[in-house]
């Protein structure tokens, strides 16, 4: 399992913009809707088992959004393209802490 930090994300028209700390190393993050299908893209590679990969946000007192998305490679940001979990984030924005991406290798 991999856990992000949430440090910042904001709301920028329709999509969600901000930071995440991955074993004390910094990336931006990008969350939005599905224009492109669903996507996952991260800031390194990994090598999956599976075909979709669970991505998970999570904060205090149990609130969580999780959404099965394909793993689409490498890409300078956190790319998160899901409208179940963009949906959610826009009626919960500040009360998510981590962003947990769950897979095989």
């Keep these: 399992m991999l856990d992000f930090k949430i440090m910042k994300l904001n709301i920028n028209q329709s999509y969600f913009f901000g930071e995440v700390e991955f074993r004390s190393d ?4 990008n ?15 990994i ?12 904060g205090p007192d149990g609130l969580f959004v999780e959404d099965y998305l ?21 009626d919960h924005q500040d009360q ?8 095989e290798d």
């Design 70 to 90: 394909p793993y689409k490679g490498e890409s300078e940001w956190l790319e998160i393209d899901s409208n179940e979990i963009t949906y959610f984030l826009a």
């Design 96 to 103: 998510f802490d981590r962003i947990e991406i769950m897979y």
């Design 31 to 45: 969350i939005q809707n599905e224009r492109r299908g669903k996507v996952l893209k991260l800031p390194f590679k």
């Design 26 to 29: 910094e990336y931006k993050v």
């Design 47 to 58: 090598k999956s088992k599976s075909e979709k990969i669970i991505v998970r946000m999570t």
